[in-house]
Nanobody, 126 residues
Framework: VQLQASGGGLVQAGGSLRLSCAAS????????MGWFRQAPGKEREFVAA????????YYADSVKGRFTISRDNAKNTIYLQMISLKPEDTAVYYC????????????????????WGQGTQVTVSS
C-alpha cells in the first residue's frame, strides 16, 4: 500500500490548510486511516483517525474542534481540514493506514498502523 500525502505549507496563525492522502489500495474502504504529526525533537503523535464502518471520527484533544478528518472511498483519499491553526501545530504530518478496523484503545498508537506516507510539512507562523 502506498500513501501519498500533500497539501502542507506555510500559513499564518489563524489560517487554514487542507491535507490530502491518496492510497493505492483497492480495498481502501476497509482500512483504518489516521493522521499523525511529528515536531522537531518530539515523538510522533496522534492527530485524528477514521475507521471503516464507523461513522465517528477521533481526535487528539489538542486539535478537537479545529481539525476535521474525512474520507472519500470512491477516491481512495482521506483529508484533514485544519482551521484556526496555531504555531504549535507546526510539524510534519503523516497519514497512516491499517487494513482492518483498529480497536479504540489502540487507535492512537503509531505502532498499530502498518503503512505510512512520506509526510508533508505544515508550518504556522505567529
Amino acid at each position: 500500500v502506498q500513501l501519498q500525502a500533500s497539501g502542507g505549507g506555510l500559513v499564518q496563525a489563524g489560517g487554514s490548510l487542507r491535507l490530502s492522502c491518496a492510497a493505492s489500495e483497492r480495498f481502501f474502504s476497509s482500512y483504518t486511516m489516521g493522521w499523525f504529526r511529528q515536531a522537531p525533537g518530539k515523538e510522533r503523535e496522534f492527530v485524528a483517525a477514521v475507521r471503516s464502518g464507523d461513522t465517528n471520527t477521533y481526535y487528539a484533544d489538542s486539535v478537537k474542534g479545529r481539525f476535521t478528518i474525512s474520507r472519500d472511498n470512491a477516491k481512495n483519499t482521506i483529508y484533514l481540514q485544519m482551521i484556526s491553526l496555531k504555531p504549535e501545530d507546526t510539524a510534519v504530518y503523516y497519514c497512516a493506514s491499517h487494513p482492518r478496523r483498529i480497536i479504540l484503545t489502540a487507535l492512537r498508537s503509531p505502532g498499530n498502523y502498518d503503512y505510512w506516507g512520506q509526510g508533508t510539512q505544515v508550518t504556522v507562523s505567529s
